[in-house]
């Protein structure tokens, strides 16, 4: 079982930036693919960004390309996803999100993701 806590949303102008966190517990966060989600209310939830166990494969949505950036400090067992520029478009609930099994091969954007968080509110006001 592992468990997934995210914090740092909040409500920011548009043009700010926030810094989200992943704490997760339970298991060898280094050999895990994290990812990145958001649902808007009304809409599906989509992948955002994603990072591989390795740290050198990272995947963003087209939407977040140049505006967002992962990344994973495995002593701390955290992900982070650094967001800048923010636009009214980005307001979503956050999730961060795990596989099932280690050493996934497979793209971030591809993998089979299991374990959620219970998410944290981003508000971008215009």
């Known amino acids: 079982q592992v468990q997934l806590v995210e914090s740092g949303g909040g409500l920011v102008k548009a043009g700010g930036s926030l810094r989200l966190s992943c704490a997760a517990s339970?298991?060898?966060?280094?050999?895990?693919?994290m990812g990145w989600f958001r649902q808007a209310p009304g809409k599906e939830r989509e992948f955002v960004s994603g990072i591989s166990w390795t740290g050198d494969s990272i995947y963003y949505a087209d939407s977040v390309k140049g505006r967002f950036t992962i990344s994973r400090a495995n002593a701390k067992n955290t992900v982070y996803l650094q967001m800048l520029s923010l636009k009214p478009e980005d307001t979503a609930v956050y999730y961060c999100?795990?596989?099932?099994?280690?050493?996934?091969?497979?793209?971030?954007?591809?993998?089979?993701?299991?374990?959620w968080g219970q998410g944290t509110q981003v508000t971008v006001s215009s």
């Open positions: 999100a795990a596989p099932l099994e280690p050493y996934s091969a497979g793209r971030p954007s591809e993998v089979r993701y299991d374990y």
């Open positions: 339970g298991r060898t966060f280094s050999t895990y693919t």
